[in-house]
């Protein structure tokens, strides 16, 4: 190789990285500068994302003081696209990713989809901070990385196809040829090259629905062996609940030598015969561990998003007074006031720039 394209070469590397650990700094984004005075009400039906809501109202409302908030967040996350459809809401703030369920009663009424747009990175660990998804095996486990792709070879099972929107298409299809059922398809070998994999990890749809959509394509085809728990809460005050509860799950895989599962840090840290794997958006890396930094600055592939979805029909322009707030929200001082809430991390630049496309 040429001294030039050795250059070439490292000068492509290094901006790589450089975006890839991008840190989210709300100072670096623009200041917000109304472009419109709003004046009178905005509907908001769904989550209150933690208090994040209040507090962005409380920043806007510094600006527009003739706005007037109205809010509904008794159904929380679950009924934030019907507010949208059924309740003449203006701003759907939603925790979980949109369902297949959620989106096709809007289509149906509206004949186009939502607008999603990403409002903050979710946390590293804490409960109700829309946590990223840690992948755990047992700590005599000798493998120490996967990728995206090897996730769901692993997890899931043949399919036809998958969904854009509501929309199903065979280019995510893949035949019972890329399952992987053994440590040996993973490179193991020895005592582990034919030991079967045993797979576990949740089953209520908060979590679930960000899993396939993130690895399946948003669809429902598992492994026959997955195992389904959930966080105690969510049990049935009983034995037979009890059963169920996550906290199950990790303690068969800690005498589990031949399990996988994916979970959250706040639980895993209590069992130390579980260990992290790092994960990788693409096959060959680069594999990133689940750190607080790495949730942050965007780089791990399992984080979660606070998203808001809006009604705006494809070629026309937002409504003024949600536009302005929408702008707020991804301006310096909203993404500020992501930090002083608390819950959840701001955007990082360039994150929060895609999202602002959205609003043209």
Known sequence: MSRRSQFILFVIVFASIAA?????????????????????????????????VAVWEQGFLKFHPDAVFSNSFHTSSEGAMAGLYAAGADIAPAGDDAKITDQMPFFNTFRYLPLELSVATGGYEKRGTLWAIEIVVNKDNPIAKLSLKQLDDIFGSERTGGWDGIEYTSKYARGPEENIRTWGQLGLTGEW??????????????????????IFHWSDKWNPNYKEFVEAKETTQDDAGRAVASERMLEELSKDKYGIAWAAVMHTKDYP????????????????????????????????DAYIYLNREPGRSLDPKVKEFMRYILSREGQQDVVRNGMYNPLTPDADSEQLKKLE
């Open 193 to 214: 090259a034919n030991k079967p994999i045993h797979t576990y990890g949740y089953v209520a749809p908060g979590f679930i629905i960000a899993w396939e959509r993130k």
């Open 273 to 304: 015969q579980v260990k992290p794997l790092a994960i990788a958006a693409n096959d060959g890396g680069p594999y990133v561990e689940l750190t607080p930094d790495n949730v942050a600055n965007r780089s791990y592939p399992l984080i979660r």
């Open 20 to 52: 890839w650990s991008q840190q989210p700094d709300p100072n670096q984004l623009p200041s917000y500068k109304p472009d419109y005075k709003v004046a009178g009400a905005v509907r908001i039906y769904g989550s209150d994302l933690k208090g994040q």
